[in-house]
């Protein structure tokens, strides 16, 4: 493993003994330091170890992929290890073209908490975009009302302020629900799906419910001129 001055892992290594190479990923931080991008595993011939700075394009960094104008749609890497593995010019056709998108990427909530908000998956269909059909999993926290919690359990409903909620999206556009409580142990799931997701049939009998949950932040502190800083912790 080779790491930073910062003892970050930054690239992995593996001989691969039966074919004389020597198996590579690697992972790129954001502007921040943060692990965001993970990279695919791809041969390099020969059995030597050195760190490769071709793994993907030499100059490829947190400015092609977290920038204001792409931090939300990371560039293509067009050459490299990885870039020539995962592509149609590779002479094994049993090795899909990963259309110039080798690698996973990891959004984090702005909020300092480390939560991942968003992670895609490999390969130019299930990267991140700026618009379209998500092919992501996406997570999403928020509050639960004490109406909800009583639909679920009744009069041995806990008290929402107890309780908040967690839901993490697939690709599929089908949500796993998690009911969290203040130990950090879950009370209770559930599956969702919104009116264009397929991956789910719908239950005989199902009653439609919806619920706004009203959420109060406290502590007002004045931020500047004409801004106050608010919060809330789930």
């Not at 692990?35 to 390099?44: E, G, I, R």
């Not at 149609?88 to 056709?93: A, F, V």
């Not at 490999?122 to 998500?134: A, F, K, L, N, Y």
């Amino acid at each position: 493993v080779y790491a930073s001055t910062l003892l970050q892992p930054r690239q992995s290594q593996a001989l691969r003994h039966t074919k004389d190479t020597i198996l590579i990923s690697g992972v790129y931080v954001d502007y921040s330091g943060r692990p965001v991008l993970s990279t695919l595993v791809a041969p390099d011939a020969g059995t030597g170890f050195g760190y490769r700075t071709n793994l993907l394009e030499s100059s490829y960094s947190a400015s092609n992929f977290d920038d204001d104008g792409n931090w939300n749609d990371p560039q293509p890497v067009g050459s490299g290890l990885l870039a020539n593995y995962y592509s149609d010019s590779n002479i094994d056709g049993s090795i899909p073209s990963a259309g110039g998108y080798p690698f996973s990427r990891v959004i984090y909530l702005p909020d300092g908490t480390g939560r991942v908000y968003e992670q895609s998956g490999v390969g130019d269909t299930h990267r991140i975009r700026p618009s379209g059909t998500p092919r992501t999993t996406r997570t999403l926290y928020g509050s639960v009302s004490d109406r909800e919690l009583i639909r679920l359990f009744g009069d041995e409903a806990p008290a929402a302020e107890t309780v908040h909620k967690v839901a993490v999206t697939d690709p599929n556009g089908v949500a796993n629900i998690s009911f969290i409580g203040t130990d950090g142990g879950t009370i209770a799931t559930c599956l969702s799906k919104d009116d264009n997701a397929d991956a789910l049939e719908t239950l005989e009998g199902e009653v439609e419910f919806s619920e706004t949950v009203k959420d109060t932040v406290h502590g007002n502190m004045p931020y500047g001129p004409d801004g106050i800083i608010s919060g809330k912790t789930l």
